[in-house]
């Protein structure tokens, strides 16, 4: 009988050995993270994006406008306008339009965009947080934002979460790894 407990322990012993050799099943690597595109190729607007209104002639009209957390902008006269998953030109055509139905005689519009939504950096940076966006930023850049790795930081791979999509993707640190408005980053631990 205690031939058998032995050998059943040994076996356990073995298989438990085993699993940690091979480790967690790793998530599917996938390839380089674009910057945020709408279909057209421009760059896709969503909630937290600061624009500057400018209507020539028509100051009471320009202003300073933020996407909303619904995806919508609210202009003087001609009330709210869908701007979620929308590029700029597009929006600005949009404004150019209703204005010139009731309220403007062939209306010149300016839109630009102030500030770009935030993007998060969590897990094991020494100060995680928000930060603000901007054009061409990395990955490795938005590290050195939150003054770097800490010691434990698996420094090969990074998930990232990206505005509006469901769940975390696992991503190559590699140096062209870019950021979109908006991305949740997370630094995980290595394990040793």
């Known amino acids: 009988m205690r031939r058998m407990r032995l050998g059943m ?11 940690c050799a091979e480790g967690p099943a790793a998530p599917t690597m996938v390839g380089s993270v674009t910057s945020a595109r709408a279909p057209n190729g421009g760059y896709s607007l969503g909630p937290g994006d600061k624009l500057r209104l400018i209507v020539f002639g028509e100051d009471n009209l320009s202003g300073e406008f933020s996407v909303s957390a619904s995806g919508l902008l609210a202009f003087p006269l001609i009330g709210e306008i869908p701007a979620k998953g929308r590029t700029v030109e597009e929006v600005r055509a949009d404004v150019e339009q209703k204005l010139d139905v009731r309220y403007v005689r062939k209306p010149r519009v300016s839109l630009e965009i102030i500030t770009y939504r935030p993007y998060y950096i969590l897990g094991e940076v020494n100060k995680p947080g928000e930060y603000p966006f901007e054009p061409d930023l990395t990955v490795l850049a938005a590290v050195a934002s939150a003054q770097g790795f800490t010691y434990r930081a698996n420094v090969r791979r990074v ?20 950021v979109r408005p908006g991305d949740v980053i997370r630094v995980s631990e290595r394990h040793f």
Do not use: C, N, P, R
């Open 159 to 178: 998930f990232i979460k990206h505005g509006g999509e469901g769940g975390e993707a696992v991503f190559s640190l590699t140096g062209d790894l870019e």
């Open 9 to 19: 322990l040994i076996l356990v012993g073995v298989g438990l050995l085993a699993a």
